[in-house]
């Protein structure tokens, strides 16, 4: 159903049952590759994108 989400580095579908995952300001990112959440965790304000509020 909804196990579906992007991976927020490289866009690809992943699977929210098995994809590596990080939290990052109170949310939780899932990654179709530990690379993908590596490049996460060095800099997440590339990929998250700063919306303000
Ligand atoms: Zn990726």
Known sequence: MQNQTECP????????????STTYDAQT???CSEGCRDA?????GR???N???
């Open 47 to 49: 990929y998250v994108g």
């Open 29 to 31: 990112y899932f990654f």
């Open 51 to 53: 919306t303000g509020s």
């Open 40 to 44: 996460f965790a060095a800099d997440p």
């Open 9 to 20: 580095v490289c866009g690809m579908s992943v699977d929210q049952q098995t994809a590596p």
